[in-house]
Protein backbone atom coordinates (compact mmCIF):
# COMPACT_ATOMS: atom_id res chain seq x y z
CA UNK A 1 0.00 0.00 0.00
CA UNK A 2 0.97 3.62 -1.02
CA UNK A 3 1.27 6.32 1.96
CA UNK A 4 -1.40 9.25 0.64
CA UNK A 5 -0.56 12.46 0.65
CA UNK A 6 -4.04 13.70 -1.80
CA UNK A 7 -7.59 12.60 -1.90
CA UNK A 8 -6.73 10.60 -4.76
CA UNK A 9 -3.73 8.99 -3.12
CA UNK A 10 -6.41 7.97 -0.42
CA UNK A 11 -8.92 6.78 -2.47
CA UNK A 12 -5.75 4.50 -3.87
CA UNK A 13 -4.44 3.13 -1.16
CA UNK A 14 -8.27 2.16 0.22
CA UNK A 15 -8.76 0.66 -3.48
CA UNK A 16 -5.70 -1.45 -2.86
CA UNK A 17 -6.72 -2.51 0.89
CA UNK A 18 -9.70 -4.02 -1.14
CA UNK A 19 -7.82 -6.09 -2.71
CA UNK A 20 -6.21 -7.40 0.32
CA UNK A 21 -9.63 -8.07 1.14
CA UNK A 22 -10.71 -9.96 -1.87
CA UNK A 23 -7.44 -11.89 -0.89
CA UNK A 24 -8.19 -12.97 2.34
CA UNK A 25 -11.89 -13.64 1.49
CA UNK A 26 -10.56 -16.02 -0.76
CA UNK A 27 -7.15 -17.59 1.07
CA UNK A 28 -10.02 -18.28 3.90
CA UNK A 29 -11.25 -20.62 1.31
CA UNK A 30 -7.42 -22.19 0.82
CA UNK A 31 -5.85 -22.14 3.87
CA UNK A 32 -7.45 -25.28 5.56
CA UNK A 33 -6.66 -28.28 7.76
CA UNK A 34 -3.79 -30.90 6.60
CA UNK A 35 -5.60 -33.90 5.04
CA UNK A 36 -2.82 -35.38 3.03
CA UNK A 37 -5.89 -35.62 0.03
CA UNK A 38 -2.43 -35.52 -2.61
CA UNK A 39 -1.24 -38.77 -3.10
CA UNK A 40 -2.53 -38.10 -7.07
CA UNK A 41 -3.78 -36.02 -9.09
CA UNK A 42 -7.35 -34.94 -8.23
CA UNK A 43 -9.83 -33.79 -10.98
CA UNK A 44 -11.04 -29.81 -10.55
CA UNK A 45 -14.17 -30.31 -9.42
CA UNK A 46 -13.54 -32.48 -6.90
CA UNK A 47 -10.39 -30.62 -5.41
CA UNK A 48 -12.85 -27.82 -5.27
CA UNK A 49 -15.35 -29.50 -3.56
CA UNK A 50 -12.62 -30.86 -0.86
CA UNK A 51 -11.81 -27.34 -0.65
CA UNK A 52 -15.39 -25.88 -0.21
CA UNK A 53 -16.11 -28.53 2.59
CA UNK A 54 -12.66 -27.24 4.38
CA UNK A 55 -13.84 -23.68 4.20
CA UNK A 56 -17.01 -24.16 5.92
CA UNK A 57 -15.00 -25.86 8.74
CA UNK A 58 -12.61 -23.28 9.03
CA UNK A 59 -13.90 -20.25 11.74
CA UNK A 60 -10.31 -18.53 12.06
CA UNK A 61 -7.12 -18.57 11.38
CA UNK A 62 -3.73 -16.36 11.91
CA UNK A 63 -0.46 -16.86 9.81
CA UNK A 64 2.49 -14.71 9.17
CA UNK A 65 2.44 -13.26 5.61
CA UNK A 66 4.77 -11.98 3.22
CA UNK A 67 2.96 -9.68 0.57
CA UNK A 68 4.94 -8.37 -2.74
CA UNK A 69 3.27 -5.75 -4.68
CA UNK A 70 4.18 -5.12 -8.25
CA UNK A 71 2.85 -1.70 -10.10
CA UNK A 72 3.25 -2.76 -14.10
CA UNK A 73 3.31 0.73 -15.57
CA UNK A 74 6.26 1.83 -13.09
CA UNK A 75 7.88 -1.77 -12.80
CA UNK A 76 7.81 -0.97 -9.19
CA UNK A 77 7.09 -3.67 -6.41
CA UNK A 78 6.70 -3.28 -2.83
CA UNK A 79 7.69 -5.83 0.15
CA UNK A 80 5.53 -6.16 3.62
CA UNK A 81 5.82 -8.80 6.51
CA UNK A 82 3.66 -9.02 9.24
CA UNK A 83 0.82 -11.23 10.60
CA UNK A 84 -3.20 -11.61 10.30
CA UNK A 85 -5.82 -12.41 11.94
CA UNK A 86 -9.35 -13.41 10.68
CA UNK A 87 -12.66 -14.30 12.34
CA UNK A 88 -15.66 -15.17 10.88
CA UNK A 89 -17.62 -13.27 10.85
CA UNK A 90 -16.47 -10.09 9.35
CA UNK A 91 -13.34 -9.64 11.84
CA UNK A 92 -9.66 -9.23 9.87
CA UNK A 93 -6.11 -7.98 11.46
CA UNK A 94 -3.63 -7.34 9.09
CA UNK A 95 -0.68 -6.48 11.80
CA UNK A 96 2.57 -5.03 9.27
CA UNK A 97 5.86 -5.36 10.89
CA UNK A 98 8.30 -4.78 8.07
CA UNK A 99 9.45 -2.48 6.36
CA UNK A 100 7.25 -0.18 8.28
CA UNK A 101 4.71 -0.69 11.23
CA UNK A 102 0.84 -0.93 10.21
CA UNK A 103 -2.51 -1.79 11.29
CA UNK A 104 -5.66 -2.71 9.26
CA UNK A 105 -7.88 -3.46 11.43
CA UNK A 106 -11.55 -4.61 10.10
CA UNK A 107 -14.98 -5.36 12.32
CA UNK A 108 -18.53 -5.18 11.91
CA UNK A 109 -18.85 -1.55 12.57
CA UNK A 110 -15.53 0.14 10.99
CA UNK A 111 -12.41 -0.48 8.82
CA UNK A 112 -9.46 1.13 10.16
CA UNK A 113 -5.80 2.03 8.76
CA UNK A 114 -3.83 3.21 10.56
CA UNK A 115 0.01 4.52 9.69
CA UNK A 116 2.11 5.18 12.75
CA UNK A 117 5.00 7.14 11.04
CA UNK A 118 2.52 9.46 9.63
CA UNK A 119 0.65 9.49 13.00
CA UNK A 120 -2.77 9.08 10.51
CA UNK A 121 -5.53 6.91 11.08
CA UNK A 122 -8.10 6.49 7.89
CA UNK A 123 -11.47 5.43 9.00
CA UNK A 124 -14.20 4.01 6.65
CA UNK A 125 -17.42 2.43 7.84
CA UNK A 126 -17.49 -1.26 7.62
CA UNK A 127 -20.34 -1.69 5.47
CA UNK A 128 -18.59 0.67 2.36
CA UNK A 129 -15.61 -1.32 2.88
CA UNK A 130 -17.44 -5.24 2.74
CA UNK A 131 -20.00 -3.59 0.39
CA UNK A 132 -19.35 -6.44 -1.99
CA UNK A 133 -21.52 -9.13 -2.50
CA UNK A 134 -18.69 -11.95 -2.59
CA UNK A 135 -16.47 -10.46 -0.17
CA UNK A 136 -19.42 -10.48 2.14
CA UNK A 137 -20.05 -14.20 1.06
CA UNK A 138 -16.97 -15.28 2.11
CA UNK A 139 -16.53 -13.88 5.34
CA UNK A 140 -20.04 -14.42 6.46
CA UNK A 141 -18.89 -18.35 6.24
CA UNK A 142 -21.79 -18.37 3.33
CA UNK A 143 -18.66 -18.24 0.33
CA UNK A 144 -19.30 -20.72 -2.58
CA UNK A 145 -16.33 -21.19 -5.04
CA UNK A 146 -18.30 -22.75 -7.99
CA UNK A 147 -21.20 -19.95 -6.96
CA UNK A 148 -18.90 -16.81 -7.39
CA UNK A 149 -15.89 -17.66 -9.21
CA UNK A 150 -15.28 -19.48 -12.95
CA UNK A 151 -12.50 -22.31 -11.89
CA UNK A 152 -9.82 -24.02 -14.34
CA UNK A 153 -6.33 -25.24 -13.88
CA UNK A 154 -3.77 -22.82 -16.02
CA UNK A 155 -2.41 -23.24 -19.21
CA UNK A 156 0.60 -24.58 -18.06
CA UNK A 157 -1.00 -27.48 -16.09
CA UNK A 158 -3.00 -28.75 -12.33
CA UNK A 159 0.71 -28.74 -10.53
CA UNK A 160 3.65 -26.82 -10.22
CA UNK A 161 7.28 -27.97 -10.63
CA UNK A 162 7.21 -29.09 -6.93
CA UNK A 163 3.71 -31.23 -7.25
CA UNK A 164 1.59 -28.70 -6.02
CA UNK A 165 -1.41 -27.70 -7.35
CA UNK A 166 -2.34 -24.57 -8.75
CA UNK A 167 -5.65 -23.50 -9.92
CA UNK A 168 -6.98 -19.77 -10.95
CA UNK A 169 -10.24 -18.36 -9.89
CA UNK A 170 -11.77 -15.75 -11.67
CA UNK A 171 -14.62 -13.74 -10.03
CA UNK A 172 -18.02 -13.87 -11.70
CA UNK A 173 -18.90 -10.31 -10.19
CA UNK A 174 -16.81 -7.38 -10.89
CA UNK A 175 -14.87 -7.26 -7.28
CA UNK A 176 -12.67 -3.91 -7.25
CA UNK A 177 -11.10 -4.45 -10.33
CA UNK A 178 -9.44 -7.69 -9.70
CA UNK A 179 -9.29 -10.06 -13.24
CA UNK A 180 -7.99 -13.20 -11.97
CA UNK A 181 -6.37 -14.89 -9.15
CA UNK A 182 -3.66 -17.65 -9.18
CA UNK A 183 -3.54 -20.16 -6.14
CA UNK A 184 -0.76 -22.54 -4.72
CA UNK A 185 -2.27 -25.13 -2.60
CA UNK A 186 0.14 -27.62 -1.05
CA UNK A 187 0.48 -30.93 -2.17
CA UNK A 188 0.65 -33.12 1.16
CA UNK A 189 -1.44 -30.74 3.46
CA UNK A 190 -4.42 -28.88 1.82
CA UNK A 191 -2.97 -25.39 2.67
CA UNK A 192 -2.11 -22.62 0.12
CA UNK A 193 1.06 -21.74 -0.25
CA UNK A 194 1.00 -18.59 -2.55
CA UNK A 195 -1.98 -16.65 -3.71
CA UNK A 196 -1.29 -14.05 -7.22
CA UNK A 197 -3.88 -11.45 -7.67
CA UNK A 198 -4.28 -9.58 -11.05
CA UNK A 199 -5.92 -6.68 -11.50
CA UNK A 200 -7.81 -4.76 -14.48
CA UNK A 201 -4.69 -2.89 -15.03
CA UNK A 202 -2.00 -6.25 -14.99
CA UNK A 203 -0.99 -5.02 -11.81
CA UNK A 204 -0.37 -8.00 -9.21
CA UNK A 205 -0.02 -8.62 -5.53
CA UNK A 206 1.20 -11.85 -3.89
CA UNK A 207 0.51 -13.24 -1.02
CA UNK A 208 2.83 -16.30 0.75
CA UNK A 209 1.58 -17.30 4.25
CA UNK A 210 3.46 -19.65 6.74
CA UNK A 211 3.05 -20.21 10.53
CA UNK A 212 -0.62 -21.10 10.39
CA UNK A 213 -2.81 -21.68 13.20
CA UNK A 214 -6.38 -22.68 12.94
CA UNK A 215 -9.55 -23.12 15.02
CA UNK A 216 -7.88 -21.01 18.00
CA UNK A 217 -11.08 -18.35 19.00
CA UNK A 218 -8.61 -15.66 19.18
CA UNK A 219 -11.02 -12.88 21.65
CA UNK A 220 -13.18 -10.29 19.91
CA UNK A 221 -10.95 -7.51 20.95
CA UNK A 222 -8.53 -8.22 19.07
CA UNK A 223 -10.03 -6.34 15.86
CA UNK A 224 -11.32 -3.35 17.98
CA UNK A 225 -8.78 -0.50 17.32
CA UNK A 226 -8.81 3.31 18.68
CA UNK A 227 -6.56 5.37 17.39
CA UNK A 228 -3.68 6.80 20.37
CA UNK A 229 -3.54 10.17 21.84
CA UNK A 230 -2.84 13.18 18.92
CA UNK A 231 -3.27 10.88 15.83
CA UNK A 232 -4.69 12.98 13.02
CA UNK A 233 -8.19 10.88 11.61
CA UNK A 234 -9.60 11.42 8.63
CA UNK A 235 -12.94 9.63 7.43
CA UNK A 236 -13.51 8.18 4.23
CA UNK A 237 -16.89 8.62 2.57
Known amino acids: MLILQTMADRLITFFRR ?8 VITVIILPGTNVFSKSLPLDELTGKIQTAYDQTVDFEADFVQEATIKSIGRTERE ?18 PSMKKLVINSRKAWLYIPDDNIAYVQDAHTVLSSKMTIRFLTGIGSLKDDFDIAFPPGGARDKEENYVITLAPREYESGIKTLSLTVDKNNFRIIQCV ?4 YDNTTSLTFSNIKFNINPPDELFDFSPPPGVEVHAIQ
Open 18 to 25: GRTLLALA
Open 197 to 200: FTDM
Open 81 to 98: EGRVYLKKPEKMLWDYAK
